[in-house]
């Protein structure tokens, strides 16, 4: 039931407000580039924060939300890009794969509940999805646009790179979510 007390925020209007910060904060993350041999981006610990912080439900529609914003040319994506093209594009499975992360970390939450072990494990997990999905998409629109390649050359190209930074990104996203779980009253 929703407070009637004068001057209180309505809770839908407050689970917009969150839904929405956290798809720009997607969004922030995915802009931050951190040099390395392959340059990586924070997007997966903005989704797994987002997630973790916001449950299920708030979570996956912000990861959603960053998507369709970047589906319709909004630069929300890695490089200030947007656009269908770069969905569709070999590497945009991994971006549609954030969904998938974020709705197996939902169905997690629902049949496990909010707690600790859930979460890191929810996270874990949900970045092997992300992983499968982005790289199945890769070898399809790679073999369609270019030929075939094989698996270890996408493995070798887009996942191995990335496993350390993620779990890193992981760590800091059970961090960060933990932490401001304490502080914030949601």
């Not at 549609?96 to 979460?119: D, H, N, Q, Y």
């Not at 350390?164 to 932490?179: E, S």
């Amino acid at each position: 039931m929703e407070s009637h007390v004068k001057g209180a925020v309505p809770k839908k209007t407050l689970d917009i407000v969150y839904i929405g910060v956290f798809a720009a904060i997607i969004a922030v993350c995915s802009w931050i580039s951190i040099p390395a041999t392959i340059p990586f981006t924070l997007q997966t610990m903005g989704v797994f924060t987002a997630v973790g912080l916001l449950g299920g439900k708030r979570g996956t529609l912000s990861v959603l939300i960053y998507i369709l914003l970047g589906a319709i040319g909004m630069p929300v994506f890695a490089g200030f890009s947007g656009g269908v093209g770069i969905i569709l594009g070999t590497t945009g499975g991994y971006i549609v794969g954030f969904l998938f992360s974020a709705l197996l970390m939902w169905g997690m939450e629902k049949a496990f509940g909010r707690g600790k072990i859930t979460l890191i494990i929810s996270m874990v997990v949900g970045l092997l999805v992300c992983y499968a999905f982005g790289t199945v998409w890769y070898m399809i629109v790679y073999t369609h646009n270019s030929g075939a390649i094989g698996l270890s050359a996408v493995l070798g190209g887009c996942v191995i790179p990335f496993i350390i930074p993620d779990f890193i990104k992981i760590a800091v996203a059970f961090l960060l979510t933990n932490r401001l779980k304490k502080v914030l009253s949601w």
